[in-house]
């Protein structure tokens, strides 16, 4: 049902909403799609093992690999179903995280991922876009993968967050206060990325800032307002994503961004996006990209300068580059920015999982 609003002459709030839909409470979606023991065992341990790799106490390489964005449900799964035996294959060396993202921030205005919109067609069914999301979510970890996500409403996290291991803040709201204050009380690792205009700074101070309690606007459970009380988040680092002036994969980047991390009292952790403007948002450069960061990756290791640089970041899906809304759907290939396709995928696990031994 939806609630038209807006509408007397005499009203001065609202002018500009036209209307209210409700949805179900994250409570609600929660009880109707279950986390389960099970799975929720699974997700501890997954976050447990993200945020020893951050910790410096094991040393593999953390790879967030997986769509720009999903908006079909099956191609999604299908793609979970190749990445599940590659993230067993490479256990020893790499801890595999699909990144299952709903939400996309746009530049101006576009399609806003699959929560927001699923349909595609404007027709905006939140709910569906919810119901999906998490079942998805649920079936990708029965396949035994951790999942990474974007966050971007604040309060769509109620609805998802407890099948989430790794979470990302992005590019556009780095910055954001809202955004630091949410990650303060999520309950996984997550990495702020620099500014789109390449600030790295920014994305230090999301980290501080969410290490530390906060009382903020929230909903709870049941859907209902509520003023928010979190603990803090000490599980966050920073993504080197590149930026206006270019990409910012390279050793001295890390090095200084590891440098600034230390100097603001923060453990000193760096996951390298391989995409955006580390590879001006070209999929075939993003597979020399990530081949280069390997063995940025194994140098750093071979010379002892510690585990600075923790994890790579991917987009892949099962058919290279992206297409565009409006006609038929290539099944499998990318509705936002051009993703690796898995042949390229699956040898540029292989390169990290060599230079991570
Ligand atoms: O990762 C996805 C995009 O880079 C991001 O959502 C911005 O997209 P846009 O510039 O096409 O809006
Ligand atoms: C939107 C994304 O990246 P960024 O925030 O770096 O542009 C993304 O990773 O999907």
């Known amino acids: 049902m939806t609630i038209t609003t807006g509408s007397t002459t005499q009203s001065t709030s609202d002018r500009r909403v036209t209307a209210f839909s409700p949805i179900p409470s994250p409570e609600a ?30 040393d593999r390489m953390i790879v967030v690999v997986g769509p720009c964005s999903v908006h079909d449900p099956v ?27 709903f939400e996309k921030p746009r530049t101006t205005v576009g399609w806003k991922g699959l929560i927001n919109d699923p349909g595609m067609d404007g027709s905006f069914d939140v709910e569906r876009g919810l119901r999906t999301a998490r079942s998805l979510l649920l079936d990708v970890i029965d396949l035994g993968l951790p999942v990474g996500c974007e966050f971007l409403e604040p309060t769509s996290p109620q609805y998802i967050a407890d099948t989430v291991s790794w979470g990302a803040i992005g590019a556009r709201t780095t910055e954001s206060q809202v955004h630091r204050q949410l990650v303060s009380g999520l309950s996984m690792p997550v990495g702020f990325k620099n500014g789109t205009d390449g600030n790295i700074q920014v994305a230090i101070d999301g980290v501080k800032a969410a290490a530390s309690e906060h009382v903020f606007f929230g909903v709870d459970d049941f859907g209902r307002g509520a003023v928010v009380h979190t603990a803090g988040n000490d599980e966050c680092h920073v993504i080197l994503r590149g930026g206006t002036p270019g990409p910012n994969y390279d050793a001295q980047s890390v ?14 952790k760096v996951m390298v996006d391989c ?55 290539v099944y499998g290939q990318s509705v936002t920015d051009k993703c690796m396709g898995w042949e390229a995928s699956a040898s540029v696990l292989d390169a990290l999982a060599r230079a991570a031994r």
């Open 75 to 101: 191609a999604a799964l299908d793609y979970a179903r190749r990445l599940a035996p590659l993230a067993k294959e490479y256990a020893d060396s790499l801890k595999i995280v699909m990144r299952v993202y």
């Open 275 to 329: 995409s955006h403007a580390n590879s001006g948002k070209d999929h075939e450069r993003q597979a020399e990209v990530a081949v280069e960061v390997a063995e940025a990756f194994a140098a750093n290791r071979r010379e002892g300068n510690g585990p600075v640089l923790s994890g790579v970041m991917l987009e892949s899906f099962l058919v290279a580059g992206a297409q565009s809304l409006g006609g038929e759907l």
């Open 29 to 58: 979606l929660r009880t109707e799609l279950p986390l389960t023991a099970r799975r929720a065992e699974m997700v501890q341990r997954d976050r447990e093992e993200i945020a020893a790799i951050l910790a410096g106490q094991d």
């Open 255 to 268: 090095a200084d961004t590891a440098a600034k991390l230390e100097k603001a009292g923060l453990s000193p």
